[in-house]
C-alpha cells in the first residue's frame, strides 16, 4: 500500500491544490485518476507537483491518436439474446474480458483513455506533458503502434480459444492510428459527467482510417494485421521500412469523408517486434498509488461536504431570520440547489382545502412560475399525503411521476422530503437532476436537515403576511379618508393619482395597473402604473368601450377577477396589436372593477400581474371601494369642467359684445374725419389735373401729386373698413384670392415710382370655408398684416418674401380655421410683440402716424370671435397668424 512521506513536498504541494480548488474541480480531478490516465503517468504528476495541469484544458502541438472498434458487436448481442444457453449475461462477462484488457494495454503504454462507448475506444498519446518524462514524438508512435499490436494479438487468441463459444468469437477488430496536431483537451464543464473531451484533426483522420478498415473493395486484396495508419507515422519509419522491420501497403490517396482535401493511407503487414520494445509496464506500485490519492481525495470531499453542510444550515437560519419573506424561500431554494448541485430545487406549498400543491418557489431551467397550482399526485403529491421522504433513481422507471410540468425528458433522479409544522404536512422540497441515480442516502439525510428550516420560513411568511394583512386594514382606513378629502376637490389628476400611487401602488403592488376613463364609444388609457416605458407610452391612446375584460366590465356594471387570463376567452377580444406587444405578452392574473357614478359607467380600473393565481377577493373588495371614491372625482371633474366651459363662452360673449361696440363708437368718429379728409383729397386731385392740362413740363411732379392722394384715400378706405359694423358672411378662400390680386397691383404701382426692394407674394390655402362678416371686414384684417410685412421687408432695404397660407389651427379643426402671414423683414424686439396690438403702439420713426393699424385688426378679429397673435422668427422676421371661426365648409359643386 502506498505511503506518502507527509513532510515532501509533494505531499504539501497536494494539500495545497486540495485546499485551493473548487469541489467540481476536485471531482473532476478524481474521475480522471481513475477513468483516463494511465497510473504511471499520475504518479509521476504527483512527483513533480504537476497534477493541477488535468484541471486546465490544453492545447498540444502533437499526440498520436487511435481509435479501435470491435466489428460484429451489434451481431454477437443479437445472437446472446436469442439463444437461451447463452444470454445477454455471457456477452456482457465477454465484454468485461475484453475491454479492461484493452485499458490495461494502454495504460502500459502510457496511452490517455479519450473515449470509451460501447464498442468503441480512442486512445490518445501525447497527453498529459510531464516534465523530464519521455514525452517524445517518435516514443509516442511506437507507443501507439505497440498499443495496436498488443490488441491485434489479443482479439486473435481470444477468437482461437475454443473454450469460447463461437458466438461469441464471430466478430473482428479494426484499427487506425493517426499522427499530427495541434489538439484541444479537456473537459465538457459538467460537475457529475466529467467527459474528457479530445478536439483534433489527427483523431478525425484516425476515426476514418478504422472505417477504411471496413472497406471490403479496398481491403479485398490486402494481407496482413489490419491496422490503417497516416503519411506522418510512415515517414517516422522510413529507416525500419528500408531494413525491413516493418512492412507496410500503401492504400494510397484517399478522400477522407467529412474532411476536406486527399490523404495518404498505408495498412501495417508485419512488424519486427525488436522496433517496438517496450520499456517497462505500469506495477502494482502505480496502481496502489492511484488508490491511494483517489482515497485521500475522496476524503477531502467528505469532510468538504460536511463542511459545507454546516455552513447551509447556518447560512439558512440566518436568512430565515433576518431576511424579508419575499426572497426568503428564493435564497433558501438557491442554497439547496448549490448544496447537491442539482439540476432543480422547488418548494411547494400544500393547499388540503383544494387538495393542491402550490408552486412557491423553482429554482433551475424551465422553473414553473411561482403560484401555479398542480393536483396532490405524483411524487410530491404522495409525499405531502404519508409525511415519507422518498428517493427515486430514475423517475422514468416510476409509474406515480407527474409529468404535466414543462420539459421532463432529461429528469432522473429525485428526492422529495415534507415539511411538517404542529402535526400536520404544509409543504414538499423536491429536488431533481439529470442523471440517473445521482442521489444517495447520505443526501436524503441531508436534504432533511434543511426541512425545518424550510418548515419554519412558511410558517414565519404566513405570520408575516397576517401581520401585513393588519397593517394593511389600517392603512385602508387612513388612505380612505384621504381619499375622502380629495374628493372635495376640481383636480381630477390629484385625485386619481392619489387613487392609483398612494392606494393601489402601496396595497396591491402590481405588475402594473390601468384607469380607463369612458369616452364615447372608447376607453382611454387615462392613468397607468408601470416600470416598463413601452407600457406608459399607451397612455392618452384608445381602445374599443367593448374591447377585452374591461369592456365587459364597462358593459356590464360588475367586478371580474381572473387567475389566468390566457385561460379567459374574453380576454382577446378587441385588443389592438399594440396593446398585445406592449402589454398582453405577459399578463396573467386581472382584477378589473367598473368606475360607477349616478349609475353611468365613467370608467374602469384594471390591475394586472405576470403571475397566475396572484389576486383575491380582498384585492377586489379593495379596488371595488377605490372604483367608487375615483367615480365620484370624475363627476364632480366632469362638472367641474362643464361650468368652466360655460364661464368662458360667457367671457368670450361678452368680450365680442364690448369689441362690437368700440368699434361701432371708433366708426362713428373716424367716418367724420373720413369725409372731411375726402373732401380735401378731391380738391387735390382736381388741381394736379388742372396742372397736367396747362404745364406738360411738370407732368412727372403731378403724378406723383394723383399718386399719393391715391393711397391717402386707400389709407382712409382702410381706416373706416374695420369701423363699419356690417354683418355678413364670407368666402375666405375668395377673399384672399382677391387680396392678392389688389396686392399685386400696388406692388406694381410702388415699383413704378421708385426703386424699392423686390417682393415675392405666395398665397397656399387648401380649404374653402365661409366665415362670419362681410368681405371689406374680412380682407380688411388680411390687407393690413400684409402692407404691415411690406413695410417690415422695405426697411430692411433687401428683396423678400411674404407667404400668406393655411395651417392647422391650435383650437379646434372642427371649428376654426388658421391663417397665417409670414414675412421675411426686420423681424419684432420682445416688447413689440408684447404692444403690437396695443392702441398708439407704434414703431415709426417720429413723426409718422402709427398705432391704429394692428389694434384695429385684433379689435377686428376679436369680435368675429377669433384669435390673432405673432411670433418672431429665429432667422428673420415676423408671423401672424389668425384664427376664425367658419360657418361650413363651402360646398365644392356651389
Given amino acids: ?105 494502454a495504460f502500459d503504454n502510457r496511452g490517455l483513455i479519450g473515449e470509451f462507448s460501447g464498442d468503441r475506444v480512442m486512445i490518445i498519446y501525447g497527453y498529459p506533458q510531464v516534465q523530464n518524462s519521455e514525452n517524445h514524438w517518435d516514443k509516442n508512435i511506437r507507443r501507439a503502434l505497440r498499443t495496436a499490436l498488443a490488441i491485434q494479438n489479443l482479439v486473435k487468441n481470444i477468437k482461437n480459444d475454443q473454450a469460447i463459444d463461437p458466438v461469441l468469437r464471430n466478430f473482428d477488430l479494426g484499427i487506425g492510428v493517426c499522427a499530427g496536431g495541434p489538439a484541444w483537451i479537456g473537459n465538457l464543464d459538467n460537475e457529475w459527467r466529467q467527459e474528457l473531451l479530445v478536439i483534433s484533426t489527427a483523431a478525425n483522420i484516425a476515426a476514418r482510417a478504422e472505417e477504411l478498415t471496413k472497406n471490403k473493395k479496398l481491403m479485398a486484396d490486402v494481407s496482413g494485421l489490419n491496422i490503417i495508419v497516416n503519411q506522418i507515422i510512415v515517414n517516422e519509419f522510413h529507416e525500419a521500412i528500408e531494413h525491413g522491420q516493418l512492412q507496410v501497403g500503401d ?27 517496450s520499456n517497462g509496464n505500469y506495477s502494482e506500485k502505480h496502481t496502489d498509488f492511484v488508490h491511494w490519492l483517489s482515497e485521500y481525495l475522496d476524503g477531502a ?102 409529468k404535466n410540468i414543462g420539459n421532463q425528458q432529461d429528469q432522473h433522479a429525485m428526492m422529495c422530503v415534507p415539511l411538517a409544522a404542529q402535526n400536520k404536512i404544509i409543504g414538499v422540497i423536491q429536488v431533481i437532476d439529470k442523471l440517473p441515480g445521482r442521489f444517495t442516502e447520505q443526501d436524503i439525510t441531508t436534504l432533511e436537515a434543511f426541512a425545518g428550516s424550510a418548515a419554519m420560513a412558511i410558517i414565519n411568511a404566513d405570520n408575516a403576511a397576517h401581520y401585513r394583512h393588519q397593517l394593511r386594514d389600517l392603512s385602508i382606513l387612513k388612505i380612505q379618508n384621504e381619499i375622502t378629502l380629495t374628493l372635495a376637490t376640481v383636480d381630477l389628476d390629484e385625485v386619481l393619482n392619489k387613487v392609483m400611487n398612494d392606494a393601489i401602488r402601496t396595497y396591491i403592488s402590481p405588475r402594473s395597473a390601468t384607469l380607463y376613463l369612458v369616452k364615447g364609444n372608447e376607453l382611454e388609457f387615462t392613468k397607468m402604473l408601470s416600470q416598463s416605458s413601452d407600457v406608459m407610452q399607451l397612455v392618452g391612446t ?112 361678452r368680450d365680442r359684445y364690448i369689441a362690437a361696440q368700440t368699434m361701432a363708437g371708433l366708426g362713428h368718429v373716424v367716418g367724420e374725419l373720413a369725409h372731411d379728409l375726402t373732401n380735401d383729397i378731391a380738391a387735390i386731385r382736381t388741381n394736379a389735373k388742372w396742372l397736367i392740362q396747362g404745364r406738360r413740363d411738370r407732368e412727372v411732379v403731378a403724378n406723383k401729386i394723383l399718386t399719393l392722394a391715391d393711397g391717402t384715400m386707400n389709407l382712409i378706405r382702410r381706416i373706416r373698413e374695420p369701423l363699419v359694423m356690417t354683418s355678413g358672411e364670407t368666402d375666405l378662400q375668395q377673399a384672399l384670392n382677391n387680396l392678392r390680386e389688389e396686392t399685386e397691383s400696388y406692388l406694381h404701382k410702388k415699383a413704378i415710382i421708385n426703386t424699392e426692394p423686390e417682393i415675392v407674394l405666395e398665397f397656399d390655402l387648401n380649404s374653402s370655408v365661409i366665415v362670419e362678416g362681410n368681405e371689406e371686414k374680412i380682407v380688411a384684417i388680411f390687407r393690413n398684416l400684409v402692407r404691415n410685412s411690406i413695410r417690415a421687408i422695405e426697411r430692411t432695404g433687401r428683396n423678400g418674401r411674404i407667404t ?91
Fill in 301 to 402: 470531499l467528505e469532510r468538504d461536504n460536511s463542511i459545507r453542510l454546516q455552513q447551509a444550515l447556518g447560512k439558512i437560519g440566518k436568512i430565515i431570520a433576518s431576511e424579508q419573506s419575499s426572497i426568503v424561500f428564493e435564497r433558501l431554494m438557491t442554497e439547496i440547489k448549490r448544496l447537491f448541485a442539482a439540476q432543480t430545487a422547488t418548494l411547494y406549498r400544500v393547499d388540503w382545502d383544494t387538495e393542491q400543491l402550490i408552486f412557491e418557489q423553482s429554482i433551475g431551467p424551465s422553473a414553473p412560475e411561482t403560484g401555479l397550482r398542480i393536483p396532490l399526485t405524483g411524487i410530491a403529491g404522495s409525499t405531502a399525503k404519508d409525511g415519507k421522504s422518498r428517493l427515486i433513481k430514475d423517475l422514468h422507471l416510476e409509474p406515480g411521476w407527474y
Fill in 804 to 894: 400668406v397660407r393655411e395651417v392647422p389651427t391650435t383650437i379646434d379643426p372642427q371649428k376654426f380655421i388658421r391663417i397665417e402671414v409670414e414675412d421675411t423683414g426686420i423681424g419684432l424686439t420682445k416688447v413689440a410683440q408684447e404692444k403690437i396690438f396695443n392702441f398708439g403702439y407704434t414703431d415709426k420713426p417720429e413723426g409718422q402716424v402709427g398705432g391704429y393699424g394692428l389694434y384695429a385688426v385684433a379689435l377686428t378679429v376679436k369680435s368675429l370671435g377669433g384669435h390673432i397673435e405673432v411670433r418672431n422668427e429665429q432667422v428673420e422676421g415676423a408671423t401672424f397668424a389668425v384664427e376664425l371661426p367658419f360657418i361650413t365648409l363651402r360646398n365644392e359643386e356651389d
Fill in 542 to 653: 384608445r381602445m374599443p368601450a367593448d374591447a377585452g375584460i374591461a369592456g365587459m366590465v364597462a358593459q356590464t356594471k360588475k367586478p371580474y377577477l381572473s387567475n389566468d387570463v390566457h385561460q379567459d376567452p374574453n380576454w382577446l377580444r378587441g385588443k389592438s396589436e399594440r396593446w398585445l406587444q406592449t402589454v398582453g405578452q405577459e399578463t396573467r392574473s386581472m382584477l378589473c372593477v367598473p368606475m360607477v357614478a349616478k349609475d353611468q359607467v365613467v370608467g374602469v380600473i384594471q390591475v394586472i400581474d405576470n403571475r397566475p393565481d396572484v389576486f383575491n377577493e380582498d384585492h377586489l373588495t379593495i379596488i371595488s371601494w377605490l372604483a367608487t371614491s375615483a367615480a365620484i372625482a370624475v363627476d364632480n371633474a366632469a362638472k367641474y369642467q362643464e361650468l368652466e366651459l360655460a364661464h368662458k363662452e360667457l367671457q368670450e360673449t
Fill in 1 to 105: 500500500m502506498f505511503t506518502p512521506d507527509e513532510n515532501s513536498p509533494e505531499y504539501k504541494a497536494l494539500k495545497f491544490l486540495i485546499d485551493t480548488t473548487s469541489r467540481e474541480d476536485l471531482i473532476r480531478l478524481n474521475t480522471y485518476l481513475r477513468r483516463y490516465i494511465a497510473p504511471q503517468v499520475a504518479q509521476e504528476l504527483f512527483e513533480n507537483q504537476e497534477l493541477s495541469k488535468l484541471l486546465q484544458p490544453h492545447l498540444v502541438d502533437r499526440i498520436v491518436a487511435l481509435i479501435l472498434d470491435i466489428r460484429g458487436f451489434v451481431r454477437t448481442t443479437k445472437a446472446g439474446e436469442q439463444q437461451k444457453k447463452l444470454g445477454l449475461r455471457s456477452v456482457a462477462n465477454w465484454l468485461q474480458q475484453i475491454f479492461p484488457t484493452i485499458i490495461k494495454i
Fill in 251 to 277: 492504400l494510397g490517396p484517399q478522400k477522407v469523408r467529412g474532411l476536406d482535401g486527399i490523404y495518404n493511407f498505408f495498412h501495417i503487414k508485419q512488424v519486427d517486434p525488436e522496433l517496438l520494445a
